[in-house]
């Protein structure tokens, strides 16, 4: 089980600010053909809004691909950009998927997603800190800015009403 959470874990992309798993990854787990989960889906697509499942941009897929190194000639690799699921999409997927591999590998996912929203809450005290640190750093460019304001106010005043200055040598008018 320990191992199966690590891998699941390592499966688990962060793509517009959500983490998610990719199709392909969740048919390998399910022991199920991307085919087939695939059309599972699309039988079902009443219970995959967008926050549950969405397709990826070409754009996002070459960059996930570079990042885990899979290769475009992968048996011909793939036609199209794959879908990707989040916490409550993988969750639906159990619904769609009916095993007994799908009901434990799901189960296992769940757990990896919970001890992933753990690990980042346990992470607040440096949220505090990053907080605290930028209520300092905003003060001191509040201070900092008034210094500056005063310099240009005096550039200002220099300019509309500049300084008199003595003339001296010979003035052609007298």
């Known amino acids: 089980m320990k191992d199966e959470i690590t891998q699941i874990k390592d499966m688990i992309y962060e793509i517009r600010g959500q983490k998610?798993?990719?199709?392909?990854?969740?048919?390998a787990?399910?022991?199920v053909e991307l085919?087939?989960?695939?059309q599972a889906v699309k039988?079902?697509?009443?219970?995959?809004?967008?926050?549950?499942?969405f397709q990826l941009t070409d754009e996002e897929w070459d960059c996930?691909?570079?990042?885990?190194?899979?290769?475009?000639?992968?048996?011909?690799?793939?036609?199209?950009?794959?879908y990707v699921?989040?916490?409550q999409g993988v969750s639906m997927l159990s619904s769609v998927i009916n095993s007994e591999r799908a009901i434990e590998v799901n189960i296992n996912i769940m757990r990896t997603f919970v001890k992933l929203r753990h690990y980042v809450l346990s992470k607040s005290d440096n949220n505090e800190q990053i907080a605290e640190l930028r209520k300092?750093?905003?003060l001191y460019i509040e201070k900092n800015d008034k210094?500056?304001?005063e310099i240009i106010i005096a550039l200002n005043n220099l300019i509309v009403h500049p300084a008199e200055t003595k003339k001296i040598g010979f003035n052609a008018g007298s």
Do not use: W
């Open 43 to 53: 039988r079902n697509i009443g219970r995959f809004p967008s926050d549950f499942m």
């Open 85 to 87: 699921f989040t916490e």
């Open 29 to 31: 787990l399910y022991g």
């Open 147 to 149: 210094r500056v304001n």
């Open 35 to 38: 085919r087939s989960l695939n």
């Open 64 to 82: 996930l691909r570079s990042q885990i190194v899979i290769s475009n000639n992968n048996r011909g690799g793939r036609r199209y950009a794959p």
């Open 136 to 138: 300092l750093l905003m």
């Open 20 to 27: 998610v798993m990719l199709d392909s990854d969740l048919g």
